[in-house]
């Protein structure tokens, strides 16, 4: 009896982990939501750790805020961003230019690796930390 009893608990207890990993929404409109640290940044899988200067916030209405660590300055950029099959961010220059910049993206445990396309940069892999 004193078996029974001792695998119900140990059952029981095993089940009832509260460390589980975190899971991203499967919709990418609402994974994205939230604030966002770039940790780091290389050239997929060679990535090197980088030291975060702020985070980025994706808004529910495509708008991008910002929040710089060492001014402690936060505001609203002038970046907008769309997600479908790509992950896309539209960057309006004061003199009026715009550049639209495209990403393949990967959400997984409360990070997201994301991967800039259509330019020969120095590093095109990025792996942003869920800020809590």
Not at 5 to 12: N, W
Not at 47 to 67: A, F, H, Q, V
Request: overall charge negative.
């Amino acid at each position: 009896m004193k078996k029974i009893i001792f695998a119900v608990i140990l059952a029981i207890s095993v089940s009832c982990n509260v460390d589980e990993p975190y899971a991203p929404p499967s919709n990418p409109q609402q994974a994205i939501l939230g604030k966002w640290e770039l940790i780091e940044i290389g050239n997929w899988p060679n990535m090197y750790k980088n030291t975060p200067w702020g985070y980025k916030e994706y808004l529910k209405d495509s708008i991008i805020g910002i929040y710089e660590y060492e001014t402690g300055e936060y505001y609203i950029s002038n970046m907008k961003y769309w997600i479908d099959s790509l992950f896309h961010e539209k960057y309006i220059r004061e003199d009026g230019y715009v550049l639209i910049q495209n990403h393949s993206y990967v959400f997984y445990e409360d990070k997201m690796r994301m991967k800039i396309l259509d330019v020969l940069p120095i590093f095109e892999t990025f792996i942003y930390q869920r800020k809590k």
